[in-house]
């Protein structure tokens, strides 16, 4: 029965909200981790209790799990709760009431300006096929030149590309649309790639611009995570701090840091909640900081106390 809800309630969110199959996968990941967790207890999801989701969290934390980890755990069990009291399968919502565990205020990681140029540039030398600079370098210069998520980025469709259009339409999170601008070098690449693209015949049908054998028709975000993570060894970066999302958080920053307003960057980014974009204003709020620190006649006496 359980494990029907389940199903059950992921089929709701898909329908109603246009949950992405990525979100789906991680609501089902944390309700089966929590279903096991209450099954041993004898319970399941029409007798648990408030006391045993908590219990549940404070395992959570015994096992060493991050705060945003915890946080989204409770927020599937939460959602799951309140469609099972909503379609009349429980009297409550036994986590209505539970809090959530503080999240940690950790500033992005943002790449500067020149470790962007390094990983930009491996993408157009390192690989050795021809197909595979003019691919990696289109990905590179899309992500930096839009900050797309990786998932939107992977599975751009080849209609979004084609005629060298200016701005370019991206589908996000809850199947919600978008328009961001391209780059003259964004767009450049793009030309590059589609020129060999469409010469190989493989690709000959496939509706995606990054097409790939691979059951979902398109290059996977892990096989991007994993080539970034490579670009930047060999560009003689910390590959532990360069990830596909940390190209996104550059774009954002450098942004902002030229000038471009929130509520801009907000838009482009694809936030629901301008709350989200705020967190760069600390990256920005730092900048200023150092900058008015390092320059200003009188901050050198003031922090050395003279």
């Known amino acids: ?7 059950s309630f992921l089929e709701a969110k898909a329908a109603e909200l246009g949950a992405a199959r990525n979100t789906q996968i991680a609501y089902a990941t944390d309700l089966k981790d929590f279903l096991k967790f209450i099954e041993d207890r004898d319970s399941n999801f029409a007798t648990a209790d408030r006391s045993i989701v908590e219990e549940y969290l404070v395992q959570c934390a015994s096992i060493g799990l991050a705060t945003a980890t ?10 799951l709760f309140c469609f099972l009291f909503e379609e009349n399968l429980r009297k409550d919502n036994p986590a209505i009431q539970v809090r959530g565990p503080r999240k940690d205020k950790h500033l992005p990681k943002a790449l500067s300006v020149a470790d962007v140029e390094k990983l930009l540039q491996g993408a157009r030398t390192i690989p050795k096929r021809k197909s595979d600079k003019l691919r990696l370098t289109c990905l590179m210069e899309m992500l930096y030149a839009t900050g797309m998520r990786v998932t939107e980025l992977v599975s ?20 919600k649309e978008r328009m961001v601008p391209l780059s003259a070098v964004a ?10 693209r469409d010469t190989d015949v493989r690709n000959a049908n496939s509706p995606f611009l990054f097409p ?9 975000r892990v096989w991007f995570f994993l080539q970034i993570k490579s670009l930047a060894f060999m560009a003689g970066l910390n590959a532990e701090t ?19 307003d ?3 960057i907000q838009i482009l980014l694809g936030h629901a909640d301008i709350a989200t974009t705020e967190i760069y204003t600390h990256i920005q709020d730092e900048r200023l ?6 320059h200003h006649p009188l901050a050198y006496p003031l922090i050395t106390g003279e």
Do not use: C, Y
């Open 1 to 7: 029965m359980s494990v029907q809800w389940i199903s």
């Open 70 to 79: 915890k946080a989204r755990r409770l927020s599937s069990i939460k959602q």
């Open 156 to 175: 751009l469709p080849i209609a979004a590309a084609r005629g060298d259009p200016q701005m370019i339409l991206v589908r996000g999170k809850g199947s």
């Open 187 to 196: 767009r450049q690449s793009i030309m590059g790639w589609l020129l060999f």
């Open 212 to 220: 790939s054998r691979g059951k979902e028709g398109h290059l996977t």
């Open 242 to 260: 360069v990830t596909p999302h940390s190209l996104r958080h550059a774009f954002a920053t450098h942004l902002l840091a030229g000038g471009a």
């Open 262 to 264: 929130l509520r801009s």
């Open 289 to 294: 900081r150092n900058l008015v620190l390092k």
